[in-house]
């Protein structure tokens, strides 16, 4: 009896998931681990359904690279919810469209101790104009602060240079740990 | 010198070094997840070039796209032409992007900013 309960309260997520999905046109979401093959397969998926819908050339690459550094963001980055638990990236992905624009929200789990850090380096790289931005890029490029990951903060700056738009973002705190990083960047569709 | 003759695949770019040829480049797609393992070889490859280079030297990126570590090794590479010229030797970059492209464009324009090489931009379409 408790089984039927069960796959009928399913059924019910499952729908209602579908219909929120369409409401939205989100077309992908994802939750799990992040590796590079997730990261190649995304990538082609969304370019197909992008040139299906016509989109243009310069948007489709933009969703297409800022696609790239989210997923490549999450892993290399992405912090476990138990600190024994190794070197697992995972984190969740949503591609929507709008009328004006393709939004493209990522969320991972954060060591609170870095939250400080990137909430500097986000609030740095929303302060800055395309001239500015580009003149972080190039100091960044060169004079490295870069980790064996990458990394140096170019994958924000890139991302807001490519897009134009400030880049979102929310922090929850899931417990003393970790808290909850939550980033959504839009492409305008011209 | 050995011919460095790689091609390329989703996500690593073709890349050609033939100092007997005289052709140089690199294009494609480059995001691998290490770009420090697939680019060793390369750079390897013009230091060992950068010892006895040819006396023109023209190399062309044509690269689709590139994410941000890549970029940071294309930097290291043109770096590395950098000093040949400053050795006296001629070098230029041939960098060419999609017609459509302006971020592919700008992304050139910030590499001439910081090196000391001739650029030459080349507008391409499908």
Redesign the interface.
Known sequence: MEKTIDSHSFLDFAYQLYQTMKTNEISLVYEGEVT?EI??TFT?LTEKNLAKNEE???VQ??V??VM??CL?NI?KHADSMIDEEGEERRGIVMVSKGEESYNIITGNVIKNDKVEGLTRNLEQVNSLDKKGL?DL??TQ??E?R?S?K???G??L??IA??TGAELRYQFKELNDQVSFFILTSTIKRK | MEVINIQGTDDTPNVILDKGKGKFELSGRSLPEDVNLFYQAILDWIDGYAEDPNDETEFDFKLEYFNTASSKIILDILLKFEEIVESGKKVKIIWHYHEEEEDMLEAGEEYADIVEIPFEYLPYSD
Do not use: W
């Open positions: 590079q990261t190649k082609s243009s050339n310069a690459r933009k297409f690279n790239v550094e490549q892993s580009s890029y190039k490029m060169r490295g870069f064996d990458g990394g140096a170019l994958g700056i890139d240079k490519k």
